[in-house]
């Protein structure tokens, strides 16, 4: 089971980074807390303070077509957001 699937790299995400030390992952639905906390210090080498999850439930879409209206949904996906130890950052950009 890959744990960590990616990084979350929007606007929030990055204001949460700049402020409080924090980073964002979409991470595996089965993962839970410990096993998030020790892929990321395995991956990226930093101590982890604390690990808090979210279940993102997915946007309902729709669209006009020919055949009318095609209504469905997006996945949901878990959010990992990580707040690591005062002086330490992630590079997300190195790992490439």
Same mark, same amino acid.
Do not use: R
């Given at each position: 089971m890959e744990i960590i699937k990616k990084p979350i790299l929007t606007e929030k995400a990055s204001l949460l980074t700049e402020k409080l030390n924090r980073y964002a992952f979409k991470v595996d639905h089965r993962a839970n807390k410990i096993q998030i906390k020790s892929a990321v210090e395995a991956m990226f080498g930093v101590t982890v303070v604390a690990v808090n999850t979210a279940v993102v439930a997915g946007k309902a879409k729709s669209r006009f077509t020919k055949a009318g209206n095609v209504s469905g949904r997006s996945p949901k996906y878990k959010k990992a957001i990580i707040t690591v130890? +005062?002086?330490? =950052?992630? +590079?997300?950009?190195? =790992?490439?």
């Open positions: 130890k +005062d002086g330490e =950052t992630i +590079d997300f950009y190195s =790992t490439l």
